[in-house]
């Protein structure tokens, strides 16, 4: 039985696309808690604050429930990067437009995103692209950066919202750099690329013993 024959046969309805589902239905909440009174309450900040741990904490153990009791699914494979997405992209997008954020940052985290997922789109057909320790990293300094943002936080604390802020843009820049150069060496050296050039080879040499004879 093939991997996608049995992912097939789980059902959708199960506890890790509920907590992925889950994670998506606190979007609307979190950007409406760190929106109102266009962000001075500080109150709907605090609880924003725990609504955003809260949905990147399912995120966490949607994936390790999905794989520990085998729960991988279609449906998840989907619906989990759209609400990891979807989190982020609220966040950044809320905090720029509450002007606590540059624009600029937003802008560069989620082109990242995106570009990085055409780009494993586009290489799907050589084989697929796996998370690195980088990417890993990548989006533990995101949450941590944005967790301190959402917090109605000054003087030195913001400083430290600050730091990590811009750590956390480099490590998204660099390994976004790194998935380029990944998906440019899966292209060269996959099964598909390495048969498509002995076929060409090949074809190459029919034409030269043709030209001979």
């Known amino acids: 039985?093939?991997?996608?024959?049995?992912?097939?046969?789980?059902?959708?309805?199960?506890?890790?696309?509920?907590?992925?589902?889950?994670?998506?239905?606190?979007?609307?909440?979190?950007?409406?808690?760190?929106?109102?009174?266009?962000?001075?309450?500080?109150?709907?900040?605090?609880?924003?604050?725990?609504?955003?741990?809260?949905?990147?904490?399912?995120?966490?153990?949607?994936?390790?429930?999905?794989?520990?009791?085998?729960?991988?699914?279609?449906?998840?494979?989907?619906?989990?990067?759209?609400?990891?997405?979807?989190?982020?992209?609220?966040?950044?997008?809320?905090?720029?437009?509450?002007?606590?954020?540059?624009?600029?940052?937003t802008v560069l985290v989620l082109a990242r995103e995106l570009g990085i997922t055409l780009l494993r789109l586009f290489v799907i057909r050589h084989g697929v692209i796996p998370a690195s320790r980088g990417g890993k990293l990548k989006t533990l300094l995101q949450t941590v950066a944005i967790a301190l943002y959402v917090l109605p936080l000054r003087g030195w604390l913001f400083l430290v919202a600050e730091t990590v802020m811009a750590v956390a843009v480099v490590v998204t820049f660099l390994t976004g750099l790194d998935y380029v150069f990944r998906a440019l060496r899966l292209r060269r050296t996959s099964d598909r690329a390495r048969a498509k050039r002995a076929a060409k080879l090949c074809q190459d040499a029919t034409i030269q013993q043709d030209g001979v004879r």
């Not at 962000?39 to 966490?60: E, K, M, N």
């Not at 991988?72 to 609220?90: C, N």
Request: no cysteine.
């Open 1 to 105: 039985m093939t991997a996608h024959a049995s992912q097939s046969r789980v059902s959708a309805w199960n506890i890790a696309n509920a907590l992925t589902v889950l994670r998506l239905l606190l979007v609307p909440v979190f950007a409406a808690l760190l929106l109102r009174e266009n962000g001075q309450d500080v109150l709907s900040r605090v609880w924003a604050f725990v609504i955003f741990l809260v949905a990147s904490l399912t995120d966490r153990i949607d994936g390790e429930l999905a794989r520990r009791r085998g729960l991988v699914t279609d449906f998840g494979k989907i619906v989990d990067p759209i609400a990891d997405k979807a989190l982020i992209g609220t966040a950044l997008v809320g905090l720029s437009l509450l002007d606590e954020l540059p624009w600029w940052v």
